[in-house]
């Protein structure tokens, strides 16, 4: 139930008092219980008893108020109609109503919506027309830059200094022919007559060593210097820078032979037949 004495002002609860009061006395007087007026008016006991003691706080509205004076007037014999009539339902005290001030609804007016949708219509009609002006209009022109490479000035002195001097003398200048790659100075060449073990060394490193079988053909070159030993110098005919060819030795023979330019030469140019000694182991 809602608190009765904020909607009752001071008038009407003064009256309210007053009325009770008057209504508990007569009632009294004619020994009458209220029990017996709650019967007699279907109001409850306890809203009887709130009208006689003025406790607004148990009863509802002043209009029903009203009503229930008259009826509780009638029933014990008294003038409704003129206590009712005493008791002012209307009340000027007006409930003060929570300020709706700094809330959603405040902030968000009708009036506020309709702007805030303007705004953003004009926003969008806005940068719609820019994007589609921008797109319509065609990019202007860059400027030429200059190139900082032309207006340097040129070298004082001429790129190939050799060409001005030819121009002048009326002969074309002609490419300096690259120097040709040294070709290796010692080329061997072997031929196996029979299966001899062989040991091949090319300036200062060993390049073969092992078992060469019949009919094989091998050739090493050196820039310097080959070293050539044999086991059965027999079975092994050598050939220097692609001449004859020549027996290392005799059969069975350990043999070794250094081919370069820094030791006496040895003439491989005799027939296949004649031996090539150990006593003749010197370089080409």
């Given at each position: 139930?809602?608190?009765?004495?904020?909607?009752?002002?001071l008038?009407?609860?003064?009256?309210?008092?007053?009325?009770?009061?008057?209504?508990?006395q007569?009632?009294?007087?004619?020994?009458?219980?209220?029990?017996?007026?709650?019967?007699?008016?279907?109001?409850?006991?306890?809203l009887?008893?709130?009208?006689?003691?003025?406790?607004?706080?148990?009863?509802?509205?002043?209009?029903?108020?009203?009503?229930?004076?008259?009826?509780?007037?009638?029933a014990?014999?008294?003038?409704?109609?003129?206590?009712?009539?005493?008791?002012?339902?209307?009340?000027?005290?007006?409930?003060?109503?929570?300020?709706?001030?700094?809330?959603?609804?405040?902030q968000?007016?009708?009036l506020?919506?309709?702007?805030?949708?303007?705004?953003?219509?004009?926003?969008?009609?806005?940068?719609?027309s820019?994007?589609?002006?921008?797109?319509?209009?065609?990019?202007?022109?860059?400027?030429?830059?200059?190139?900082?490479?032309?207006?340097e000035?040129?070298?004082?002195?001429?790129?190939?200094?050799?060409?001005?001097?030819?121009?002048?003398?009326?002969?074309?200048?002609?490419?300096?022919?690259?120097?040709?790659?040294?070709?290796?100075?010692?080329?061997?060449?072997?031929?196996?007559t029979?299966?001899?073990w062989?040991?091949?060394?090319?300036?200062?490193?060993?390049?073969?060593?092992?078992?060469?079988?019949?009919?094989?053909?091998?050739e090493?070159?050196?820039?310097?210097?080959?070293?050539?030993?044999?086991?059965?110098?027999?079975?092994?005919?050598?050939?220097?820078?692609?001449?004859?060819?020549?027996?290392?030795?005799?059969?069975?023979?350990?043999?070794?032979?250094?081919?370069?330019?820094?030791?006496?030469?040895?003439?491989?140019?005799?027939?296949?037949?004649?031996?090539?000694?150990?006593?003749?182991?010197?370089?080409?």
């Open positions: 139930m809602i608190n009765q004495m904020v909607q009752l002002n008038e009407q609860a003064e009256r309210l008092k007053e009325l009770g009061y008057h209504l508990q007569f009632r009294q007087k004619q020994r009458i219980s209220l029990e017996t007026v709650a019967t007699k008016t279907l109001i409850p006991v306890r009887l008893a709130a009208i006689e003691t003025g406790n607004a706080e148990q009863l509802p509205e002043p209009v029903y108020i009203q009503g229930f004076i008259r009826r509780y007037a009638d014990i014999g008294m003038d409704g109609v003129e206590l009712a009539n005493a008791f002012p339902a209307q009340t000027d005290l007006k409930v003060p109503k929570a300020s709706w001030r700094g809330t959603v609804q405040a968000l007016r009708p506020h919506l309709y702007l805030l949708y303007m705004v953003l219509v004009i926003s969008a009609v806005s940068g719609l820019y994007l589609l002006n921008r797109s319509s209009t065609p990019p202007m022109p860059l400027a030429k830059q200059p190139n900082p490479a032309a207006s000035a040129p070298p004082s002195g001429p790129a190939n200094p050799t060409l001005p001097d030819a121009l002048a003398s009326g002969r074309t200048a002609q490419a300096v022919p690259a120097s040709p790659i040294p070709q290796k100075s010692v080329h061997v060449g072997l031929t196996m029979s299966q001899s062989v040991r091949i060394v090319v300036d200062g490193k060993i390049e073969y060593e092992g078992v060469l079988s019949e009919g094989t053909e091998r090493w070159e050196a820039n310097k210097q080959l070293v050539l030993r044999a086991g059965n110098a027999g079975g092994v005919m050598v050939s220097l820078n692609n001449g004859a060819a020549k027996r290392l030795g005799e059969p069975g023979a350990v043999e070794e032979v250094t081919f370069g330019t820094n030791a006496n030469a040895v003439q491989l140019t005799a027939s296949p037949l004649e031996t090539l000694t150990a006593s003749s182991s010197s370089a080409l």
